[in-house]
C-alpha cells in the first residue's frame, strides 16, 4: 500500500508567497496612480484648450513653483538662436525613424525656452540634418509641456566638444542650459 503524499509547511514558502502577493499589489496600486495621474493631465489638457496664451511677460515673471504652467498655451515674440540645435534621437513617425528639432527661443530680456520645432527624418546615420535657419523676429504659438526624464537613460547627450548641432536621446533642460551656457525655462514649447 502506497503512503499518502503529505505536503509539509514551510515558512520559505509561505514568506515566498508573502512577497509575492506584496509585489503584486503594489503594482496594482503603481498602475491605479498612472491612469489617475493621466487622467488628470487629459483633465487639465482638455482646461486649457479654450484659456488665453500666456505672453513673454508671463513667462519672465513666472514665479518659482511653475507647475500651474503646464498644457498652457503660450505666445512669444523672439529670435531662433539656429546655431544651437538639439536633435532628439530615436523618435519615430509615419514609420520612419528621425529627430525631434529642438532650438532655444529667446524671447525676453535674455529669456529662453526650448521649441519642438518638429520631426525631421534620417537621411543616414552618421550625418546630421540640414536646417533652414530662421533669421528674424517671429511670433510663435504652443503649449507648454515640462519633459519627463526616462531613467534608463544614462548618458542622454552625445559629447562632441563645440559640435553642432547636438544629439541628444531626450530633452533635458539642464544639460541643454550647460552646453549652450545661458538659463532655459524649465518646459518645451
Known amino acids: 500500500m502506497k503512503t499518502p503524499i503529505r505536503f509539509s509547511q514551510s515558512w520559505w ?41 500666456l505672453t513673454n511677460e508671463d513667462l519672465s515673471t513666472a514665479s518659482e ?27 519615430r513617425h509615419a514609420n520612419q525613424p528621425g529627430y525631434h528639432v529642438m532650438i532655444p527661443f529667446k524671447y525676453a530680456n ?16 552618421n550625418e546630421a540634418p540640414m536646417l533652414a535657419p530662421i533669421s528674424k523676429n517671429v511670433t510663435i504659438r504652443g503649449f507648454l509641456k515640462r519633459p519627463t526624464h526616462n531613467w534608463f537613460i544614462f548618458k542622454n547627450l552625445v559629447e562632441k566638444p563645440n559640435v553642432w548641432p547636438k544629439i541628444a536621446l531626450e530633452p533635458d533642460i539642464e544639460a541643454f542650459a550647460e552646453q549652450l551656457g545661458y538659463p532655459l525655462f524649465p518646459f518645451v514649447l
Open 65 to 91: 513653483k511653475l507647475d500651474h504652467l503646464a498644457f498652457k498655451n503660450a505666445e512669444l515674440h523672439g529670435l531662433f538662436d539656429n546655431e544651437h540645435i538639439f536633435l532628439i534621437d530615436n523618435q
Open 13 to 53: 514558502l509561505t514568506l515566498l508567497t508573502l512577497l509575492l502577493v506584496s509585489l503584486f499589489l503594489s503594482l496594482f496600486v503603481w498602475q491605479l496612480n498612472r491612469g489617475f495621474e493621466k487622467q488628470h493631465l487629459l483633465e487639465d489638457l482638455a482646461r486649457t484648450k479654450s484659456t488665453a496664451y
Open 110 to 125: 535674455h529669456a529662453s525656452i526650448l521649441v519642438n520645432r518638429g520631426f525631421i527624418p534620417k537621411n543616414s546615420p
